[in-house]
């Protein structure tokens, strides 16, 4: 059986992709962890995922992505967080102050046991931070290449979050020091890049071979969206893929919540 969940990523300012894209989910029946952006987030964004939330709380799950999602690093806007090195301080006012914003908007819709770090870059302070404020779970990506399998290997045995200036995975498991249980997804929906740079739509036959791979290597396996990319066709290919899921008898629908329980 392979464990599959959803995370959709740069929750916020209320659009129409926005709707699309949690009444798909909400009407396969899908679950989905939400990531809002304390800094994206408006009025419309908060009234319209509470509501959500609230009508289908097994399905809608809110969680902090990050505070602002951009920082400044040598002079260059990035749309990272918490990567460069940045003071422990300063990563945990920033996470404590998205916190408290969505904490207030959302009141008890907001689930604050899952952090999804932007970009996916984080090192030892984040995790240390993230710790200390209460946050039990961590999402971020997996990759399942023979290159990166091996990194990570190398740096789970010496118990390392980075390695060689790069985030080392613990998806499955738990990461050393504040011991978060780590669920990461393995697949992005979103557009590709061909071998010159070029930008590439995914196919439905794209994606499922994706997952193929993904699963071949992982019992559980995420998908993550970014309902901003999700317009016209690709509102089309994702439900194509969703049905493709749910029509495999060897697919089980979980949230992140679900499984971080299981996280050894």
Same mark, same amino acid.
């Given at each position: ?7 959709? !990523?740069?929750?916020? %300012?209320?659009? #129409? ?25 408006? /009025?419309? /964004? ?32 990035? +749309? @990272? ?14 996470? %404590? ?14 689930? !604050? @046991? ?8 984080? !090192?030892? =302070? ?46 499955? @498991?738990?990461?050393?020091?504040? &011991? ?11 557009? =590709? ?7 590439? %739509? ?5 994606? +499922?071979?994706?997952?193929? &791979?993904? &699963?071949? &290597? ?14 016209? #066709? ?31």
């Amino acid at each position: 059986m392979t464990k599959v969940f959803f995370r959709d !990523d740069d929750v916020g %300012e209320l659009s #129409q992709p926005m709707r699309d894209v949690f009444e798909l989910l909400i009407e396969e029946e899908v679950p989905c962890n939400f990531q809002v952006v304390p800094k994206f987030l408006d /009025g419309a /964004g908060a009234h319209y995922i509470v509501n959500a939330q609230r009508q289908h709380p097994g399905l809608v799950i809110l969680n902090q992505h990050g505070f602002r999602h951009e920082q400044m690093i040598n002079g260059e806007q990035v +749309w @990272s967080e918490f990567d460069g090195h940045r003071a422990y301080a300063e990563q945990r006012k920033d996470i %404590e102050e998205g916190h408290e914003i969505l904490r207030s908007a959302l009141g008890n819709a907001f689930d !604050d @046991s899952i952090f999804t770090p932007p970009c996916h870059k984080y !090192d030892e =302070a984040t995790v240390e931070v993230l710790g200390e404020l209460g946050f039990a779970t961590l999402s971020a990506g997996v990759k399942v290449d023979p290159i990166s399998s091996l990194y990570y290997m190398a740096g789970r045995m010496l118990g390392r979050v980075s390695l060689l200036g790069k985030r080392v995975s613990y998806h499955g @498991s738990r990461t050393p020091g504040a &011991r978060l249980s780590e669920v990461s997804v393995c697949i992005d929906v979103d557009e =590709a890049v061909d071998a010159v740079g070029n930008k590439v %739509e995914k196919s439905v036959d794209d994606l +499922w071979a994706e997952f193929e &791979r993904c &699963r071949a &290597r992982l019992s559980v396996v995420g998908v993550m969206l970014h309902h901003g990319k999700c317009e016209g #066709q690709r509102v089309d290919t994702l439900r194509a893929f969703i049905k493709r899921l749910k029509a495999d008898a060897a697919v089980e629908f979980r949230t992140i919540n679900e499984l971080a329980t299981e996280a050894s």
